[in-house]
C-alpha cells in the first residue's frame, strides 16, 4: 500500500536557527514527490517536485531533496513568516495523478 | 503562474441544506481536477477525481449520491453536498493541473469552510 510518513508532527524553532523536514515514502513506482505549503484556513501551496533520488531543488530558505525512500525539506535561517504547515505528498505511476498526502508538519518559527 | 478559484469560500447553513461548491481554473484548462476534504489538524483526503465530458471516479468510502460531482467545462468543476448534516461540515479544497497529470503540480483553490448547524 503506498504511504506516506511526515516527521515531526510538530516543529517550533527561533528565527534563524535551522533544521530539516522529514517525509519517508513507500509507492509502487514513485511518479513524483511534492512539497506544499498551507497556511491556516488556505489551500496548499505548490512549492516543489522531485522525480529521482538525488535530486534537489531550492526556493530561498528552503531546499528539497530526495532518496529511494524519504524526502527532506531543509529550512535555512528561517523568518517568523516560515510558519506554516508543510505536506509531502506522492504520486504513483499505477494511480493516475492522483496524490497520496503525508499529515504535515506543523511549523513554528518565533522571533 | 496557474490559479485556481474555488467559491464560496465559507458556507453556514442549516441542516437538509443543499450546498454548490466552485472549483475553476482561472488561466488554464484543466481535464481533469480532484476535490479533497481536509478535518481540523488532518491532512487532505481525496474524495473524487472530476474528468470533464464524464462521470467522476470516486474513492471508497465516498457517497456519490451525498456528494455530487459535475465538470462540464474544461474550467469549472462543482461540488454539490446534498442534504448536508452536521457531520459534513469540514474544509473542501479542489486542485488542477496545468498541463498534463504526470507532468505538472496540481494547484490548490483556497478551499471552502462548510458548517452545517
Known amino acids: 500500500e503506498d504511504q506516506v510518513t511526515q516527521s515531526p508532527e510538530a516543529l517550533r524553532l527561533q528565527e534563524g536557527e535551522s533544521s530539516s523536514l522529514n517525509c519517508s515514502y513507500t509507492v509502487s513506482g514513485l511518479r513524483g514527490l511534492f512539497w506544499y505549503r498551507q497556511d491556516p484556513g488556505k489551500g496548499p501551496e505548490f512549492l516543489f517536485t522531485l522525480y529521482s533520488a538525488g535530486e534537489e531543488k531550492e526556493k530561498e530558505r528552503l531546499k528539497a531533496t530526495l532518496t529511494k525512500k524519504e524526502s527532506f525539506l531543509h529550512i535555512t535561517a528561517p523568518k517568523p513568516e516560515d510558519s506554516a504547515t508543510y505536506l509531502c505528498a506522492v504520486r504513483a505511476y499505477n494511480q493516475g495523478g492522483k496524490l497520496i498526502f503525508g499529515q504535515g508538519t506543523e511549523l513554528s518559527v518565533k522571533p | 503562474g496557474a490559479v485556481v478559484s474555488q467559491h464560496p469560500s465559507r458556507v453556514i447553513c442549516k441542516s437538509g441544506t443543499s450546498v454548490k461548491i466552485e472549483c475553476r481554473s482561472l488561466d488554464f484548462q484543466a481535464t481533469t481536477m480532484f476535490w479533497y476534504r481536509q478535518f481540523p489538524k488532518q491532512s487532505l483526503m481525496l474524495m473524487a477525481t472530476s474528468n470533464e465530458g464524464s462521470k467522476a471516479t470516486y474513492e471508497q468510502g465516498v457517497e456519490k449520491d451525498k456528494f455530487l460531482i459535475n465538470h462540464a467545462s474544461l474550467t469549472l468543476s462543482t461540488l454539490t453536498v446534498t442534504s448536508a448534516h452536521p457531520e459534513d461540515s469540514s474544509f473542501y479544497i479542489c486542485?488542477?493541473?496545468?498541463?498534463?497529470?504526470?507532468?505538472?503540480?496540481?494547484?490548490f483553490g483556497d478551499g471552502t469552510r462548510l458548517s452545517i448547524l
Open positions: 486542485s488542477a493541473h496545468q498541463g498534463g497529470p504526470f507532468l505538472s503540480p496540481q494547484h
